[in-house]
């Protein structure tokens, strides 16, 4: 099927860089409206009213959700009342029983729900499992290092409950980890470092079954790190720049040419075609856990 309409809906930086460029460049969706308070898409029809878009535009079957986690779950959940596929950006939601609520509306309603992880389609990414599969993983580090600055500008609410801190970005890393590895790992402990005043972390350090290890830092200037390197009994496997550069026992392989965006609206339309759903959680359970481990530290105040 081509051409299926779709609605964004918080046309933010992520929007404008990622979903949009995505969307027109594909045969199979045509995005038809946007809803969002203030932003908008050259020549497309805007909504500021999201119940509104429901009301009038029932010849849109998809929305696709681009708002920060924590006023996420309400319109989620008037888009799979109304019977519309969903798409969810990452973090799905603020909580894990938000979005297990949001798996089942999505059952009762017998439509196609996704919680995006973009990094897992990172071009290395299925290189790296393919080659770690059925191997003994001996240990492994995951440096994520960016600055908050750059990738949030003034967005305050990273900091605010609900919106992870650190771990907005860590969780991609996460969502790679969970992707590749052979046998799944959990978090034995963690310490994170919270901003006087702050309500979520700016950076943290994290450790997993399997010898693996997790830094993150939210104040790198300059190049920006994004690695994650496991080892294995017979050799290792090193992922860059996000999961788009792979490297075998110190070897650069080859990897795919599709971007990252337009490879999960192309998951999107298939599991349309086939009604079928794809929530995994595994990355916000390994954040939840850290946050319930975690050892807190109060460092210096934060301003953006």
């Not at 939601?93 to 992880?117: C, D, N, P, R, Y």
Request: glycine content about 10%; aromatic content about 8%.
């Amino acid at each position: 099927m081509t051409n299926r309409k779709v609605c964004i809906v918080g046309v933010g930086k992520i929007a404008h860089d990622q979903h949009v460029p995505a969307i027109a460049d594909s045969p199979d969706w045509e995005l038809a409206a946007t809803v969002s308070r203030a932003g908008s898409v050259e020549g497309v029809p805007v909504f500021r009213d999201f119940d509104v878009m429901l009301a009038e535009r029932d010849d849109i079957e998809v929305v696709s959700l681009c708002l920060p986690p924590q006023p996420r779950f309400q319109y989620a959940r008037k888009a799979l009342k109304a019977g519309r596929h969903l798409m969810l950006e990452k973090p799905p939601g603020q909580t894990l029983a938000e979005v297990e609520h949001l798996k089942m509306l999505a059952a009762e309603a017998g439509v196609s729900i996704f919680a995006t992880w973009h990094s897992r389609m990172g071009k290395g990414v299925a290189g790296a499992k393919a080659w770690l599969e059925g191997q003994e993983v001996t240990g492994g580090r995951i440096t994520w290092k960016e600055d908050v600055r750059h990738w949030h500008p003034g967005q305050e609410w990273v900091f605010s409950p609900g919106g992870m801190g650190v771990f907005d970005p860590g969780i991609n890393a996460l969502s790679i980890l969970t992707e590749i590895l052979p046998k799944p790992v959990h978090v034995t402990e963690a310490t994170l470092d919270y901003p006087e005043g702050r309500d979520a972390p700016i950076a943290a350090t994290l450790r997993f079954t399997r010898g693996i290890t997790m830094e993150l830092d939210w104040l790198q200037t300059g190049p920006q790190t994004w690695d994650i390197e496991i080892e294995t009994t017979k050799g290792s496997v090193k992922l860059g720049s996000g999961g788009n550069e792979l490297w075998i026992d110190g070897a650069q392989q080859p990897v795919s040419e599709i971007e990252e965006y337009p490879a999960l609206y192309a998951r999107m339309a298939g599991l349309i075609d086939e009604g079928r759903s794809d929530v995994d959680l595994m990355p916000m359970t390994h954040v939840a856990d850290a946050m319930t481990l975690g050892r807190r530290v109060t460092v210096a105040p934060f301003a953006f």
